[in-house]
């Protein structure tokens, strides 16, 4: 999957001469917490977060009034408080790899660029919901986790053997096992019961580690 499926396409933008307070109460209005900055040629200069516009503003301890505060933060513009080296990727970026830079620079967004220019933003939201996708979290079904022995053929073992039972395969999702041997399967299974999903997985893998049955 793509960056581009899954981003938020022309995006809230604001210009880097936006006053902090109203940049705040625009977020707000907009239900967002973030904002890519942009010139007024179209080019992408920063990126704002909700917590740099709050650190901008003055703590609650404060002993100035509100209409002091108030016309500080008037004062203070967007490119006083942003980010201006911005990681960002482009739109055929898979998915993961937007999510793996967002960790590694610890940021809950990132524009979407198109030769250069700004077409979408993806975020943690965007990355959280693909997660549930993968997982169909919504679908009714039998959920099943097992540590398999890693071998060419594995996956496909367990695959054939549930279908042949009569089970439809909502997800088959793998993470990394106890050693370089073994792998962890989770499985989202409908039109079996529990009790066949575990009678025919059991043979294929070392142990079962859990079982639910889920009725999202």
Known sequence: MLVEYRMTRDPVIISPDTPVAEALAYMRQKKVHRFPVVDNKGKLVGIVSQSDLLYAAPSSAT??????????????????????????????????EAARLMRQHAIGGTPVMRNGQLVGIITES????????????????????????????????????????????????????????????????????????????????????????VQS
């Open 63 to 96: 002993s100035l009034s509100i209409w002091e505060v108030t016309y500080m933060l008037n004062q203070i513009k967007v490119a006083e408080v942003m980010t201006r080296n911005v990681i960002t990727v482009d739109e055929d970026c898979p998915i993961e």
């Open 126 to 213: 965007d990355i959280f919901d693909v997660f549930l996708e993968l997982l169909m979290a919504e679908e009714k079904g039998v959920r099943l986790t097992a540590l398999a022995p890693y071998f060419k053929g594995s996956m496909a073992q367990i695959t054939s053997a549930v279908t042949a039972k009569g089970g439809l395969i909502h997800a088959l999702n793998s993470f990394r096992g106890e050693s370089e041997d073994t792998w962890v399967c989770v499985l989202k299974v409908a039109d079996i019961s529990k009790d066949d999903l575990i009678e025919t997985v059991r043979p294929l893998v070392i142990k079962i580690m859990d079982v639910q049955e």
